[in-house]
């Protein structure tokens, strides 16, 4: 793992510098991050950049005639210009409407667009692997107009079944469709897809929340009609989101919320709306989320999306590839293997420990993975991380109890043993939640990694030994 960080176009130990919240503990340790697939960490550049908005030009957009407006204003449309140009619009200016998040972006796609364009029998095909953001509200339109709702299958492998891909797109208006899934990691061939949807008359809005973020995208590429992602999975700030569309479909789309700032003019009895992008942003936008947008898009830029896309190939491989070796069977890992179809994110299944005990356990382990393996009466437990090596050791002293646990750690490039009760309690709770039952633990203050490890006798509970636990 260190060798491959080291030989890498990225430095992730100078990156990780650049993350204020990776200098945190967590459970008395360095906190591991790994839900970036939720929501992504800020560097220092996008909150300085929202800090200095704040502190220097903060103003309300598009109304104000003084130089703080006029500034705001300003920043507010080069980060538009900014996110256009990201992901190759071929007029960012027009084509990129700012929004609250990717729900709102599709949503917005299917309120405008679904509500002119689709009459009760038209068909919408989606895919099995849709986030419910590009599902949902396509249930709410099949329900409120009758429309019918196709479904491309999912394969074996977490891919895309296409081989009735022609069948199925026959007679549909619009094609969602997942870029990259946010449970599968798949990365979708979208070029092939819109193919097959504009040859049946079809537009297509591609959900890219997980693939703007980490490879280069290009709109023109892909071939998509409607693009929607999030700035707070790319690095960017919480509460706002990003819709492209090709401009003849915007322009001929009507307002999604109506207020201020979305209107050409308005009388008692009419209003004319205001031309793409202001028209579908009604209400103050989120300004300040937008210069951190654009603080995000400049650090990624920086970095360089070939590299970061390069980098999490890498990062992916070594994942399934260590999963599988030391944990064999035991865990199932969703979704393609390595390979240009597949981005970073890594469901998994270990055994059947249900997810939630299991996510639990790595919290306090702050690991990466667990190996875990029963022989008669020893049981020994390790555990990896990306600098480390953990072993416990629970020795059965031929009566069943007490166990004796040992914990130790070993910087694997000092050949140090470094230790701490925080560790060994970690890894017998893992113990515990992969066994089952409970386990009381003793531990001397100044004790190190040692502790003593007592399996219930008959009739013995928690409540009749407190001092244990
Ligand atoms: N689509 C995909 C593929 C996602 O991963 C997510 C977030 N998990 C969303 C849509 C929704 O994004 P948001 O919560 O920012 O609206």
Redesign the pocket.
């Known amino acids: 793992m260190h060798d491959t960080l080291i030989e890498d176009l990225i430095d992730a130990e100078v990156v990780r510098k650049d993350f204020p919240l990776l200098a945190r503990e967590v459970h008395g340790r360095p906190i591991v991050y790994l839900d970036s697939?939720?929501t992504s960490l800020q560097p220092r550049a996008v909150l300085a950049a929202m800090e200095q908005y704040y502190e220097t030009t903060h103003a309300n957009v598009h109304r104000g005639v003084y130089a703080t407006a006029e500034e705001a204003t300003n920043r507010y449309e080069a980060a538009r210009v900014l996110a256009g140009r990201f992901i190759g619009a071929p007029d960012p200016a027009r084509e990129i409407v700012f929004t609250k998040?990717?729900?709102?972006s599709?949503n917005l796609v299917a309120h405008s667009w679904g509500r002119t364009n689709l009459r009760a029998g038209d068909a919408v095909l989606l895919t099995e692997m849709e986030?419910h953001?590009?599902l949902v509200p396509w249930l709410q339109l099949a329900d409120e107009r009758g429309i019918e709702l196709r479904y491309l299958p999912v394969d074996g492998d977490g891919r895309l079944d296409l081989s009735d891909l022609d069948r199925l797109v026959d007679g549909v208006k619009l094609v969602g469709v997942?870029a990259?899934?946010?449970v599968l990691g798949t990365i979708n061939p979208l070029a092939r897809i819109s193919e097959a949807a504009h040859a049946a008359g079809a537009v297509v809005v591609a959900?890219g929340?997980?693939s703007v973020p980490h490879l280069p995208v290009d709109v023109a590429a892909l071939g998509v009609d409607f693009l929607?992602f999030?700035a707070?999975?790319m690095l960017g700030p919480t509460g706002i989101?990003v819709l492209w569309g090709r401009a003849d479909l915007l322009d001929a789309m009507p307002p999604f919320l109506g207020g201020g700032g979305m209107i050409l003019d308005v009388r008692l009895d009419r209003f004319l709306p205001a031309d793409s992008p202001q028209r579908f942003e009604a209400g103050t936008p989120p300004i300040a989320e937008a210069i951190g947008l654009a603080a995000a898009i400049d650090y990624l830029q920086a970095v360089g999306m070939d590299r970061i896309r390069a980098h999490e190939q890498r990062l992916t491989r070594y994942a399934l590839d260590a999963l599988a070796d030391r944990l064999g069977p035991d865990c199932r890992v969703f979704g393609p293997p390595a390979g240009d179809d597949r981005g970073g994110v890594l469901s998994l299944a270990f055994r059947d420990v249900h997810a939630h005990d299991l996510a639990q356990v790595l919290d306090h382990l702050t690991e990466n993975a667990i190996r875990h393996t029963a022989a008669g009466g020893t049981v020994t437990l390790s555990a990896t991380r990306a600098l480390g090596e953990a072993r416990l050791q629970v020795a059965d002293n031929g009566r069943g109890v007490p166990f004796h646990v040992q914990a130790h750690i070993f910087d694997r490039f000092s050949g140090e043993e470094r230790g701490g009760p925080g560790l060994g309690l970690a890894l017998v709770k893992a113990l515990v939640e992969l066994h089952g039952g409970w386990v009381a633990l003793e531990s001397e203050p100044g004790a190190g990694a040692a502790f003593t490890c007592h399996l219930p006798e008959a009739g013995q509970t928690p409540e009749a030994r407190p001092e244990l636990f």
Do not use: I, V, Y
């Not at 998040?101 to 709102?104: G, K, L, R």
């Open positions: 697939a939720a998040n990717t729900t709102e599709l986030h953001a590009n997942s990259m899934s946010n959900d929340a997980q929607a999030s707070h999975k989101g």
